[in-house]
Structures are given as C-alpha cells and as structure tokens.
C-alpha cells in the first residue's frame, strides 16, 4: 500500500483507501467494499516480447487473449506466470495489482468500458486494502491505451445460452434501442443506456455520455454548427467522430491556466467511446 499511496500523492490524485477482508479476486473485493462489481477494476500482468505489461478491465469482464494480442500487437502475449510476478513485482501480492503503468514502469492498456464510471476502486498491492479514486484523477498521470480487452462471458460448460429476445436476431445481440429514426431530428440528442446518441445534420453519431470534466450528461447536451456535442454544463465540444475534446471547459473554468490544453490532451488518450447507430425498419439502435 505505500508504494501506491505514495506514488498517487505525488502525482496529485485525490483517494480514498479502505481496508476490507482478505480477497482473492476483484469479484470478492467489489463484495467486500460493497461497491458495484463493474467500478472495480481486475489488473492483469501479461508477459510480452519485450517484457510485460498491464491490462485494466472490469471484474465482471474476462479478458479475451485474441483481442489483447490485436491491441499490444503481440501475437505472443500470454498472462504473466506465478514465478514471474513473484520474481519480477516483489512488493505486491498476487491479484492485488494496481493499474498504475507510470509506477510499474510498464505499457497499460485499459477496456473501455472502465471509462464509463464516475469513480473507480482497485487493489492496491495488497489483498486487504483498495483505493477508491475519481477515473478522470486515476488517468490523467498516465498514458492508457484504451482498447477493447475483454468479450462476453461465455456460457459455463452444460448451460444452455442466452434465449435472445422476440423480434431479434443474433445480429443485433448487445444493442440498445434509440427510438424511431424520425424523432431524432438534425440537432437532436438523446439517451439510449450508456451512450448519447444524436443526429449531426444527418450524420448519426453515439459517443458515452459522461463529459471528461464533471461527468455531465451528455445525452442533454445540443450540437453546433460544427457537428459538435457540446457539454450541457461547462461548454465543453467534442468532435463525435474521434470522442475528443476540441474546446475546454468555458466560463470561470476557462480561467485556470493550462485547463483547456489538459483536458484536450487527455482525451485523445481517453476519448470517448464511441458507438455504432444503425436503423431498421424506421428504428434506431446503437451498439
């Protein structure tokens, strides 16, 4: 725990530490800290060509080798060993591992869907004790490759799989339905789950709908003139193509020195996610 406490303090990151009971697994420590199991993060040390490195995901998420090999560009990669962890990270106790790249001195690659929580908690070294930090503060002193790591669960061994739903098919598992395509005018921005979804002069866009700065929502914020989503709160714009921040925050935000070029600069690591909108039969969905 020092070596993270100390590591964040001098990085300027505001956090909270907890101790719980002893856990094996980030499922059990979201159990123990009595916080939803998909704000806790599951730090996966992987073995590379050229050495190791970090893999950031949901504890309710599996990682899924095939898509960590697309993202590090190792056809290689495996899951650090035993020995190895033992041999090369003495200080922290096995799945206990902080997401902190800049510590470790290693490449970190995070799932996007650990971008859409306000706050996030993780192991901090030891099985006994987590931090509970801001996802904004956690990122912004590192430099994430935020790619897709993980897939669904895969049904266990004798369950049947999901029964997909009346009207669907197994090309629209994991979409979310937007509403008739005629009530999303030019202009207009709605919600539909996690995603804010708007039409741009004809160009149908979704991006996640928690703004970088404060987490406003997204899905009530208006487009411009250029095709951006502005933040219904501060005036923040983002390009909905890219999910990054073209203009920072206005008003007395925009008075901190060096606030604007930050923000922009975070969100080309961390944009936004985006999303697919497609239309059948006069309805929209995203995915």
């Given at each position: 725990?020092?070596?993270?406490?100390?590591?964040?303090?001098?990085q300027?990151?505001?956090?909270?530490?907890?101790t719980?009971?002893r856990?094996d697994?980030a499922?059990?420590e979201a159990?123990a800290?009595?916080?939803?199991?998909?704000a806790?993060?599951?730090?996966?040390?992987l073995?590379?060509?050229?050495?190791?490195?970090?893999?950031?995901?949901?504890?309710?998420?599996?990682?899924n080798l095939?898509?960590t090999?697309?993202?590090t560009g190792?056809?290689h990669v495996r899951?650090?060993?035993e020995?190895?962890?033992?041999?090369h990270?003495p200080?922290?106790?096995l799945?206990?591992?902080?997401?902190l790249?800049?510590?470790?001195?290693l490449?970190?690659?995070?799932?996007?869907?650990?971008m859409?929580?306000?706050?996030l908690?993780f192991a901090?070294?030891s099985?006994?004790e987590?931090v509970?930090?801001?996802t904004?503060?956690?990122f912004?002193?590192?430099?994430?490759s935020?790619?897709?790591?993980?897939?669904?669960?895969?049904?266990e061994?004798?369950?049947?799989p999901?029964t997909?739903?009346?009207?669907?098919?197994?090309?629209?598992?994991?979409?979310?339905?937007?509403?008739?395509?005629?009530e999303?005018?030019p202009?207009?921005?709605?919600?539909?789950g996690?995603y804010?979804?708007?039409?741009?002069?004809g160009?149908?866009?979704?991006?996640?709908r928690?703004?970088?700065?404060?987490?406003?929502d997204?899905?009530?914020?208006s487009?411009?003139?250029?095709?951006?989503l502005?933040?219904p709160?501060?005036?923040?714009?983002?390009d909905?193509?890219?999910?990054?921040?073209v203009?920072?925050?206005?008003g007395?935000?925009?008075?901190?020195?060096?606030?604007?070029?930050?923000y922009?600069?975070?969100t080309?690591?961390?944009p936004l996610r985006?999303?697919?909108?497609?239309?059948?039969?006069g309805t929209?969905?995203?995915?």
């Amino acid at each position: 725990m020092p070596l993270v406490s100390e590591h964040l303090e001098r990085q300027g990151v505001p956090f909270e530490t907890m101790t719980h009971t002893r856990t094996d697994t980030a499922l059990e420590e979201a159990g123990a800290l009595g916080i939803a199991a998909d704000a806790v993060l599951k730090t996966i040390v992987l073995t590379t060509g050229s050495g190791h490195a970090l893999a950031v995901v949901p504890a309710t998420r599996r990682l899924n080798l095939k898509l960590t090999r697309r993202a590090t560009g190792d056809s290689h990669v495996r899951l650090a060993t035993e020995g190895e962890l033992h041999e090369h990270f003495p200080g922290f106790e096995l799945g206990a591992f902080p997401p902190l790249g800049a510590l470790l001195g290693l490449p970190l690659f995070v799932d996007p869907e650990v971008m859409d929580h306000e706050r996030l908690a993780f192991a901090a070294g030891s099985q006994t004790e987590s931090v509970l930090v801001r996802t904004t503060d956690l990122f912004a002193g590192e430099n994430p490759s935020v790619v897709p790591l993980t897939s669904r669960e895969e049904p266990e061994p004798g369950e049947p799989p999901p029964t997909p739903q009346p009207g669907t098919d197994a090309a629209m598992a994991g979409e979310t339905r937007v509403g008739p395509a005629s009530e999303l005018s030019p202009g207009g921005v709605t919600a539909a789950g996690r995603y804010a979804v708007g039409n741009a002069t004809g160009n149908l866009f979704a991006v996640s709908r928690r703004c970088r700065h404060l987490r406003a929502d997204l899905a009530r914020g208006s487009i411009d003139d250029d095709g951006c989503l502005v933040c219904p709160w501060h005036g923040a714009k983002y390009d909905v193509a890219t999910g990054q921040m073209v203009r920072g925050r206005q008003g007395v935000f925009a008075r901190i020195p060096g606030s604007d070029v930050a923000y922009r600069v975070f969100t080309r690591v961390v944009p936004l996610r985006r999303g697919k909108v497609t239309e059948r039969d006069g309805t929209l969905y995203v995915r």
